[in-house]
């Protein structure tokens, strides 16, 4: 459903920093924001001409209102139609991911952990650890490579968890800073 509002200094930041965006900016010479002000806020009034810039709004609810989203990661505000978080880049693309909410969230936002590269290295360290282990214990091949699996699994776990842990516990240092 489109709507159209009389046009705002809030919708002059929005044209500014969409003018500003190169894939924009190669069709469409950038403004200032005093030449958006002048050319959209105040309307051209003359006796021969009468002009008042709306802009149009895509609503997604019943009610015609702008409906914004809110990351389940990280609580920042997104728009409902957007695929990633520009805050904390978590994908809202996947048909069974996460979906922005429309409310922010009450509990606390999940914490990232670490990245598949870093679970990758982990795993590797550990399945090493787990390996040599029991290749000094005396163990035959095929225990020191199923050991050297759960080592690797069960260590990189353990270091998630423990970035998991890190990352609350430097938020609730930030939070109270």
Same mark, same amino acid.
């Given at each position: 459903?489109?709507?159209?509002? &009389? ?6 930041? *929005? ?5 500003? $965006? ?9 403004? #200032?924001?005093?030449?958006? =002000? ?27 209102? $702008?409906? *914004? ?8 505000? =997104? +728009? ?5 978080? &520009?805050?904390? #880049? ?13 409310? &922010?969230?009450?509990?606390? &936002?999940?914490? %990232? ?11 590797? @360290?550990?399945?090493?650890? @787990? ?6 214990? @005396? +163990? ?8 050297? =699996?759960? @080592?690797?699994?069960?260590? +990189? ?5 423990? /970035?998991?842990?890190?990352? /609350?516990?430097? %938020?609730? =240092?930030?939070?109270?800073?």
């Amino acid at each position: 459903m489109f709507r159209f509002v &009389p046009f705002t200094a809030n919708d002059v930041i *929005m044209v500014h920093s969409w003018l500003q $965006r190169p894939h924009v900016a190669q069709w469409h010479e950038p403004a #200032s924001l005093g030449e958006l =002000v002048r050319d959209y806020i105040h309307p051209i009034n003359n006796r021969f001409f009468d002009m008042r810039v709306h802009c149009a709004t895509v609503s997604e609810n019943q009610t015609g209102e $702008r409906r *914004m989203a809110y990351c389940p990661s990280c609580a920042h505000e =997104v +728009a409902s139609t957007e695929t990633q978080c &520009p805050n904390c #880049s978590a994908s809202f693309a996947a048909t069974d991911g996460w979906k922005p909410l429309d409310a &922010p969230p009450a509990t606390e &936002p999940q914490t %990232r952990g670490l990245k598949w590269w870093q679970k990758v290295l982990w795993f590797i @360290g550990f399945y090493i650890i @787990g390996l040599n282990v029991t290749k000094h214990l @005396g +163990a035959d091949a095929v225990t020191q490579f199923f050991s050297g =699996v759960a @080592g690797g699994f069960f260590g +990189a776990m353990f270091m998630n968890a423990r /970035a998991r842990k890190r990352q /609350a516990k430097n %938020r609730a =240092v930030t939070e109270d800073a």
